[in-house]
């Protein structure tokens, strides 16, 4: 089959029976266009099937009004919402996101943000693997970037996360409060700050209401459903188990839940558990599970604004130190429970 025929613009201005100028004008609103010779420039574009080239825009112009997204798991429920904030506020504002998933793998998560730079996009919005760098050359840069959810150890302009002491606190607390004393929790690999942060207000918590913190009712590590069944398995074999157990994101919390059923423990009756990340399968469970919420489209939103402030201060100039911190919601069911020796 022969390869199609790439139009130009100035196929695009014979057909319309204009000069390129005008058709420019109307591709790039730079100068004013009659309503008349404008609708003749679009007719012509949709019978030739013309599309600007937009890397030659880009070039031209210094604008691509592109951004990029990097995310580690777009498997995991939480970041599709994520983007979809982010995309939202982006197509709110002229722009369109190329979106790249990087498996958890600093390797693949380095060749992504290559491609996206060689791509000439704007920013980027980025969660970064466990114990990954791959983003420095960036920030050496100065490219604006905006770290989402998952924060680097050193502190950097632009970010934006949930409060995750606060989150962990507040969760720890409504255990307390119920009466638990025994608590557990099940922790993603302390490498990644949402998990560093909970297990701290967690720990607060605890140490406000004088409990102690038992080694082997904490157990922390990977962040995927095999690693929540493993750990599920290892309190549940105790000789004592926990009465009352955290656990620090949704994909742990399913591993969890299956530990659960093979052990045939029954919630809350012999174990009140409680979450991170709502959704609206969680009412649905058997019991309905307590959780603390978080903003997710609103952290997309908020990241893509944020980015696009500091695009516009690389441009003139400026730069913005802007380190955004969102509030979460306790949200509770019926998985939570005052322990048996309590009722």
């Given amino acids: 089959m022969p390869e199609r025929t790439k139009c130009t613009m100035r196929d695009v201005a014979r057909l319309a029976g204009v000069s390129t100028s005008t058709v420019s004008a109307v591709l790039n609103s730079t100068v004013p266009v009659s309503p008349e010779r404008k609708k003749w420039v679009l007719e012509a574009m949709a019978a030739l099937d013309y599309h600007p080239d937009a890397i030659a825009r880009s070039l031209k112009t210094g604008k691509s009004n592109v951004v990029g997204i990097v995310v580690p798991d777009i498997t995991n ?41 060689s791509r000439r996009v704007e920013g980027v919005l980025l969660a970064p693997c466990v114990n990954s760098m791959a983003y420095q050359a960036m920030v050496n840069r100065r490219f604006p970037m905006v770290f989402v959810d998952r924060l680097p150890p050193a502190t950097v302009d632009g970010t934006v996360s949930t409060d995750n002491v606060h989150a962990g606190y507040v969760a720890a607390k409504h255990l307390i409060e119920l009466g638990h004393q025994r608590i557990g929790m099940v922790v993603g690999h302390l490498g990644l700050s949402p998990h ?138 019926n998985s939570t429970f005052p322990p048996p020796a309590t009722r």
Avoid at 97 to 114: F, I, K, T, W
Avoid at 229 to 249: K, Y
Avoid at 263 to 283: A, E, H, T
Avoid at 300 to 307: D, K, Q, W, Y
């Fill in 196 to 333: 560093r942060d909970r297990l701290e207000g967690f720990r607060k918590a605890m140490q406000e209401s004088h409990f102690p913190i038992l080694d082997e009712c904490l157990i922390s590590g990977g962040v995927q459903i095999e690693d929540g069944l493993a750990a599920g398995h290892r309190l549940l074999d105790l000789a004592v188990p926990p009465t009352a157990l955290m656990v620090s994101n949704n994909t742990l919390m399913l591993g969890i839940l299956q530990a659960l059923e093979e052990k045939k423990v029954s919630v809350p009756q012999d174990l009140s558990v409680i979450g991170f990340d709502d959704y609206i399968w969680n009412r649905y469970f058997n019991p309905s599970l307590t959780s603390v919420a978080q903003s997710t489209h609103e952290m997309g939103r908020r990241s893509l604004e944020l980015l696009l402030s500091i695009i516009k201060g690389s441009k003139d100039g400026t730069r913005q130190e802007t380190h955004i911190r969102l509030n979460t919601e306790l949200r509770i069911r």
């Fill in 77 to 117: 429920a939480f970041y599709p919402e994520v983007v979809r904030g982010a995309e939202e506020a982006a197509q709110s504002a002229g722009y369109s996101v190329l979106l790249c998933d990087s498996n958890e793998n600093p390797q693949a998560e380095e060749r992504h943000l290559a491609a996206l730079f």
